[in-house]
Nanobody
Framework: QVQLVESGGGLVQAGGSLRLSCAASGSTFYISAMAWYRQVPGKQRELVAIATSGGTINYSDSVKGRFTISRDNAENTVYLQMNSLKPEDTAVYYC??????????WGQGTQVTVSS
């Protein structure tokens, strides 16, 4: 089992920045990738950014150049630095962990609201 706890959401004006954190605990040895997803009411949850244990990083086109995902493997923490935020970035952001045996775990979500 892997437990994920997110923090860092909030309200920010357009053009501002926020940093989300996700601390993993439990069977962290088995984690192969960590990612951030987001979801707005009435829409499917979408992948924002993903970082694998092998160092591969990918972003959705909508956040490329503005968001940065990073992992602190020693602390079992993943971060999402969000710059140049836009109102359309408003969503609940979820931390996700994928293990080597293909199990997936989710955090509780943190609200990010960007005002125009």
């Amino acid at each position: 089992q892997v437990q994920l706890v997110e923090s860092g959401g909030g309200l920010v004006q357009a053009g501002g920045s926020l940093r989300l954190s996700c601390a993993a605990s439990g069977s962290t040895f088995y984690i192969s990738a960590m990612a951030w997803y987001r979801q707005v009411p009435g829409k499917q949850r979408e992948l924002v950014a993903i970082a694998t244990s092998g160092g591969t990083i990918n972003y959705s086109d909508s956040v490329k150049g503005r968001f940065t995902i990073s992992r602190d493997n020693a602390e079992n923490t993943v971060y999402l630095q969000m710059n140049s935020l836009k109102p359309e970035d408003t969503a609940v952001y979820y931390c996700n962990a994928l293990t080597r045996n293909a199990r997936t775990y989710w955090g509780q979500g943190t609200q990010v609201t960007v005002s125009s």
